[in-house]
């Protein structure tokens, strides 16, 4: 997979070479570039900022740099990801979405965020999707991108060391993992639950599965009001 990533602070960036992502891209399955927004200016001050149309505090992106890095970096077949707190949410389902193209673009916004022109008109030449990492507002997208880019690339094929940790973990199956214990059995006066050291493994199953259910309810009941009814077996209805 290539990942291209357009930014006023490439530096922020650095990151992309470290642990998973940095060995993804040093074994040659993922290609990261990024580009600094200011070398698509013109202007002696490499401007790339803007008073916003209507009044309004802050600064606003200039399409004129935006327009021309994406039509350089952005090819066909590609699709941007535009990182925003106003996007659709970034949900694992959505990284696995990602993870099956061939090549990525994002585009980093700062200040207010970038002219709105600059994504109706990308989004005649390839598709694009603005995405949130959260309800919350961060300063820039970088730190967006870090989040997404690291959930697709542990799901691209020869990542993770071992693939089957893709299979049980939070918000595959639309509940949240189970709590996990490593060894020593008792640490700290505190025991591995003994279901755990059984070696029954339809033991071990079940009761991963009632944590699991308990833990989804406590922390994010939302999520299993997403369930349909056909995701439960009798013994979940009765936790
Ligand atoms: N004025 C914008 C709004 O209220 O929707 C917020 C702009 S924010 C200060 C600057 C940039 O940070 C955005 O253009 C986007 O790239 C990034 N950003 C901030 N919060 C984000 C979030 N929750 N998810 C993804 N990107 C975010």
Redesign the pocket.
């Known amino acids: 997979m290539r990942v291209d990533v357009v930014s006023i602070f490439p530096d922020y960036l650095a990151p992309l070479g470290l642990s998973l992502v940095g060995k993804a891209a040093a074994s040659g399955v993922l290609d990261v570039r990024v580009h600094h927004l200011r070398d698509f200016t013109h202007d002696k001050h490499r401007s790339v900022d803007d008073t916003p149309v209507g009044g309004g505090a802050g600064m606003v992106m200039r399409p004129e740099p935006w327009d021309e890095a994406l039509r350089t970096v952005a090819p066909e077949g590609a699709r941007l990801i535009v990182?925003?707190?106003?996007?659709r949410p970034f949900t694992q389902a959505l990284a696995a979405e990602l993870a099956a193209e061939p090549r990525l673009v994002f585009a980093?916004?700062?200040?207010?965020?970038?002219d709105q022109r600059v994504v109706d008109s990308a989004r005649e030449r390839m598709p694009v999707d603005e995405?949130?990492?959260?309800?919350?507002?961060?300063?820039?997208?970088e730190v967006?991108v870090l989040v997404m880019v690291e959930a697709v690339a542990r799901l691209l094929p020869g990542v993770l060391g071992n693939p089957d940790s893709l299979v049980e973990e939070s918000h595959v199956d639309g509940l949240l993992e189970y709590p996990v214990y490593t060894k020593p059995a008792v640490w700290e006066s505190r025991e591995v639950p003994p279901v755990l050291l059984s070696g029954h493994h339809a033991n071990i199953v079940r009761w991963r599965r009632d944590e699991s259910l308990r833990r989804t309810a406590r922390n994010r009941p939302d999520l299993l009001d997403r369930l349909p009814a056909s995701s439960f077996d009798d013994r979940d209805l009765s936790i």
Not at 108 to 114: D, F
Request: charged share 10%; with cysteine; hydrophobic share 35%.
């Open positions: 990182p925003t707190p106003a996007g980093c916004g700062r200040y207010e965020g970038i995405v949130s990492i959260g309800d919350y507002v961060l300063a820039g997208g967006a």
